[in-house]
């Protein structure tokens, strides 16, 4: 049988029973893990993951709800979600890691990478969701997340989910592009989708009053800059937020994927994994640096 394109499938327990299914391909001293945007599984990394873990242990994950891991009874809130990241990081090792985030997975791995600083060598924030953008507190803003809630799951019940929205991954590799299709447009991942999203208006309030405390890390901060046809408002407050966050950050970098919008990493994979290893390498010359004073 042809190894999958992610590598060995693995099990990460969390404190309460539950198991989180990863995968893992590579090998290094330093691991990157990967986190997936809001709702979605391992299986929107089939372009990075394999390019990273050419040159380093690279892991996917399936957080609570999605994919092959266990459903979470309690509210899946931004800390409930990080305190399962902690799980799987314990279950990888002692680290050191770069932790990569997509979307609602760029607050996630900076709640980790604040718990516990010393494991985590970097981040790359792939067009995160930022609570420095206005949009997200507006009132219309919350009119529009609860029509998505209800909206998605009506279109995953009747079968209009998978076609409409599996499109874009389907330019992975054949083996991830299948399970993308088959896990991530389910009754179930729709479901996990509205519960990250009800918790998603609950924590920006917080998040932007009291952001995670990442100190000197460095952090690289990807921004979609092509223009969309309907939402070019919303894109310009997006990436204008990303840029302060970046300016904002003492190890703070801003990089325009100016071919791509908020899937990055379909659209610019390369660019992904080059900033994932930026950090990798600039972690070990550190490292290798101090062990000769």
Request: proline fraction near 7%; hydrophobic fraction near 45%; charge should be neutral.
């Given at each position: 049988?042809?190894?999958?394109?992610?590598?060995?499938?693995?099990?990460?327990?969390?404190?309460?029973?539950r198991r989180l299914?990863?995968?893992?391909?590579?090998?290094?001293?330093?691991?990157?893990?990967?986190?997936?945007?809001?709702?979605?599984?391992?299986?929107?990394?089939?372009?990075?993951?394999?390019?990273?873990?050419?040159?380093?242990?690279?892991?996917?994950?399936?957080?609570?709800?999605?994919?092959?891991?266990?459903?979470?009874?309690?509210?899946?809130?931004?800390?409930?979600?990080?305190?399962?990241?902690?799980?799987?990081?314990?279950?990888?090792?002692?680290?050191?890691?770069?932790?990569?985030?997509?979307?609602?997975?760029?607050?996630?791995?900076?709640?980790?990478?604040?718990?516990?600083?010393?494991?985590?060598?970097?981040?790359?924030?792939?067009?995160?969701?930022?609570?420095?953008?206005?949009?997200?507190?507006?009132?219309?803003?919350?009119?529009?997340?609860?029509?998505?809630?209800?909206?998605?799951?009506?279109?995953?019940?009747?079968?209009?989910?998978?076609?409409?929205?599996?499109?874009?991954?389907?330019?992975?590799?054949?083996?991830?592009?299948?399970?993308?299709?088959?896990?991530?447009?389910?009754?179930?991942?729709?479901?996990?989708?509205?519960?990250?999203?009800?918790?998603?208006?609950?924590?920006?309030?917080?998040?932007?009053?009291?952001?995670?405390?990442?100190?000197?890390?460095?952090?690289?901060?990807?921004?979609?800059?092509?223009?969309?046809?309907f939402d070019r408002?919303?894109?310009?407050?997006?990436?204008?937020?990303?840029?302060?966050?970046?300016?904002?950050?003492?190890?703070?970098?801003?990089?325009?994927?100016?071919?791509?919008?908020?899937?990055?990493?379909?659209?610019?994979?390369?660019?992904?994994?080059?900033?994932?290893?930026r950090l990798v390498?600039?972690?070990?010359?550190?490292?290798?640096?101090?062990?000769?004073?």
């Open positions: 049988m042809a190894e999958h394109s992610y590598g060995e499938s693995g099990w990460a327990g969390t404190g309460d029973g299914h990863y995968m893992t391909r590579g090998e290094g001293e330093t691991t990157v893990v990967f986190a997936s945007g809001m709702g979605l599984s391992r299986s929107v990394w089939g372009l990075v993951q394999p390019l990273v873990a050419a040159r380093t242990r690279a892991v996917v994950y399936d957080r609570a709800g999605t994919g092959r891991s266990d459903d979470d009874p309690e509210p899946l809130t931004l800390g409930r979600m990080a305190a399962d990241l902690d799980a799987l990081l314990r279950a990888l090792g002692d680290g050191p890691f770069v932790l990569v985030g997509h979307s609602w997975g760029g607050p996630l791995v900076r709640a980790a990478a604040a718990a516990e600083p010393d494991r985590v060598r970097g981040l790359v924030l792939v067009d995160p969701t930022d609570e420095r953008c206005e949009l997200y507190f507006a009132r219309a803003a919350r009119r529009r997340f609860a029509l998505t809630r209800r909206l998605v799951a009506a279109m995953a019940r009747t079968g209009l989910y998978r076609p409409m929205a599996a499109r874009p991954g389907m330019v992975q590799p054949p083996d991830v592009a299948a399970e993308h299709r088959a896990e991530d447009f389910t009754v179930r991942a729709a479901r996990t989708m509205a519960a990250e999203l009800k918790c998603l208006l609950e924590d920006l309030g917080p998040l932007r009053a009291e952001p995670p405390s990442l100190g000197d890390l460095p952090v690289t901060v990807i921004s979609g800059t092509a223009p969309a046809r408002g919303v894109r310009a407050a997006v990436t204008d937020a990303h840029r302060r966050t970046a300016d904002a950050l003492p190890n703070g970098r801003l990089v325009p994927a100016q071919a791509s919008g908020h899937l990055v990493m379909f659209t610019e994979p390369e660019l992904i994994a080059a900033e994932a290893l390498y600039t972690a070990a010359r550190v490292e290798a640096e101090a062990s000769r004073r």
